[in-house]
């Protein structure tokens, strides 16, 4: 079990209310799945909160009375959460109720379904019974980037916390790296990544870099924004650089900047073709920046 990075309230406030159906939403990378799990071993642990590390039930990984669920990503598919995870089904395999329903090795089992946003409706539904009264030793936590992508009636039977991203200053204390730091953008789990794979992220601001340089003297081309939405699709997101690069420029084109970014990346999530978007976002941001440069005398 890793001890979750800040928080504090958000630990002090689980420990005290014990929820038994909650409701876990922030950006991702910001450490839901870990207080999850602090949760989940707090809630068996022999000491109570905070969970010891040390005692029969912390000491085991994975834990009987754990349960993690996520979507599942199938061929071209949106990932989602099959009604078969939740409910038993003809032919179906290990699914929630099922498991949630049984007797806990020690005292609590802990459900965790990561990307809550996935439930396929029916599937949503399945869980709502359970949601609202959930067997005695039973607690049933949703993680989800935010309460508005949870359906309503899955959002109001739980107690939402929500994380925010972590003030710089603490992230700092783990690796003092602008470049690194910038791209975390307050997410412990997002600096760790960017630990790990430091040169995939310095490739990442060379190349926004370079569209900003193109973007100061007119030769910004579609291809080098395509690249960089190409490397968002597959992870990589560029957008934290964009923001900081942004962030510089004087108060009206910064706004402009700054919601051209909002759309851009909206736009991508709903899967708009990339060349088209980079035809329109390099179009785009010529203009934001044509009307930075003096005029000519
Ligand atoms: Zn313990």
């Known amino acids: 079990m890793r001890e979750p990075i800040g928080h504090d309230r958000a630990k002090a406030l689980l420990a005290r209310l014990r929820p038994q159906a909650l409701l876990l939403t922030g950006p991702e990378g910001v450490g839901r799945r870990t207080l999850a799990r602090w949760f989940a071993y707090g809630l068996n642990c022999e000491r109570g909160f905070p969970p010891c590390g040390a005692c029969r039930s912390c000491r085991l990984d994975p834990h009987p009375d754990h349960l993690e669920i996520a979507p599942q990503t199938g061929e071209r598919q949106r990932p989602v959460i099959p009604v078969e995870r939740i409910v038993p089904r003809e032919g179906g395999g290990a699914n929630l109720l099922e498991w949630?329903?049984?007797?806990?090795?020690?005292?609590?089992?802990?459900?965790?379904?990561?990307?809550a946003e996935r439930l396929t409706e029916a599937a949503a539904n399945a869980l709502l019974k359970t949601l609202e009264e959930p067997p005695g030793h039973a607690?049933?936590?949703?993680?989800?980037?935010?309460?508005?992508?949870?359906?309503?009636?899955?959002?109001?039977?739980?107690?939402?916390?929500?994380?925010?991203?972590?003030?710089?200053?603490?992230?700092?204390?783990?690796?003092?790296?602008?470049?690194l730091l910038a791209f975390a953008e307050g997410a412990p789990g997002r600096l760790f990544w960017a630990i790990e794979h430091p040169e995939e992220v310095r490739a990442l601001v060379r190349l926004v870099d370079d569209l900003l340089l193109g973007l100061d003297d007119g030769t910004a081309s579609a291809e080098r924004l395509k690249e960089l939405l190409s490397r968002a699709q597959s992870g990589l997101p560029p957008w934290p650089f964009l923001r900081r690069a942004f962030a510089k420029l004087p108060p009206d084109a910064r706004t402009e900047a700054l919601g051209f970014l909002v759309k851009l990346e909206e736009a991508l999530a709903a899967f708009v073709a990339p060349d088209l978007l980079a035809a329109w976002g390099v179009h785009e941001l010529r203009r934001i920046y044509g009307t930075l440069r003096p005029r000519a005398l």
């Open 139 to 179: 607690h049933l936590v949703l993680v989800a980037g935010s309460r508005d992508a949870v359906l309503p009636t899955l959002a109001s039977r739980s107690l939402e916390v929500r994380l925010s991203p972590l003030p710089e200053a603490e992230l700092r204390a783990i690796r003092d790296d602008p470049d």
């Open 100 to 115: 949630i329903e049984a007797a806990p090795r020690f005292r609590r089992k802990v459900a965790v379904i990561d990307g």
